[in-house]
């Protein structure tokens, strides 16, 4: 099974909105990576946090982690149209990376 | 720098049968890892080459393999198709230099068995 696990599965929000998505999984873990991908295409990297950081943005990104809860989020500000995909985490424990099921984000103009 | 590439993109074929999936990673890149996506197992790890070893396996049958050319191109191959390996199958690859990277995927190659 997967070890990161997105909460919600689906999200619906209008243009300007900010979107939340969060991350929970079991094990330790070396750092915690967000992809996007648009529909029935590759993933794109957007944002890697280590397991000694608690926050890093990037642009309308920011990521949270902790470390004690297992959990991180990944918020995106002012959302656009084009925001519209699926998120996923994926953590590394040192062997591999394992993703989440994914959280699919609808952003309605 | 050119993508991570991977062809064919668009795939069917028929239960019994095999195919040979392409993988041509970044320049530079010597770490290829390839995942099978599905709507209902999600995104699963199969396994990831580097300098033409096998480093990492996921949880599937041998039907399943792959292999790493010098040049870090890779190959994925799966022999005697089943309906079930109907995927979106995708490529990453990375420096390989530490443990994890950062990946970077092709596009995919979808894959449908009838």
């Known amino acids: 099974s997967q070890q990161g696990e997105e909460d919600p599965q689906a999200l619906s929000i209008q243009e300007g909105e900010n979107a939340t998505m969060n991350c929970s999984y079991k094990n330790s873990i070396n750092n915690l990576q967000w992809y996007r991908q648009n529909s029935g295409r590759g993933l794109v990297h957007l944002i890697l946090?280590?397991?000694?950081?608690r926050e890093k943005h990037s642009g309308r990104l920011r990521v949270t982690l902790d470390t004690s809860k297992k959990s991180s989020s990944l918020l995106i500000t002012a959302s656009r149209a084009a925001d519209t995909a699926s998120y996923f985490c994926a953590t590394d424990s040192g062997s591999r990376l394992t993703f989440g099921e994914g959280t699919q984000l609808t952003v309605n103009p | 720098k050119a993508g991570v590439t991977q062809t064919p993109r668009y795939l069917i074929k028929t239960r019994g049968q095999q195919v040979t999936l392409s993988c041509s990673p970044i320049?530079?890149?010597?770490?290829v890892s390839w995942y099978q996506q599905t709507p209902g197992q999600g995104l699963q790890f199969l396994f990831e080459y580097f300098s033409e070893t096998q480093r990492n396996k996921g949880n599937f049958p041998g039907r399943f393999s792959g292999r790493q050319f010098s040049n870090s191109r890779s190959e994925m191959n799966v022999s005697t198709l089943e309906l079930g390996d109907s995927a979106l199958y995708l490529c990453a690859s990375s420096l390989g230099l530490t443990v994890r990277d950062t990946q970077y995927f092709g596009p995919g190659t979808r894959l449908t068995v009838l």
């Open positions: 946090i280590r397991s000694n950081e």
């Open positions: 320049s530079g890149h010597r770490s």
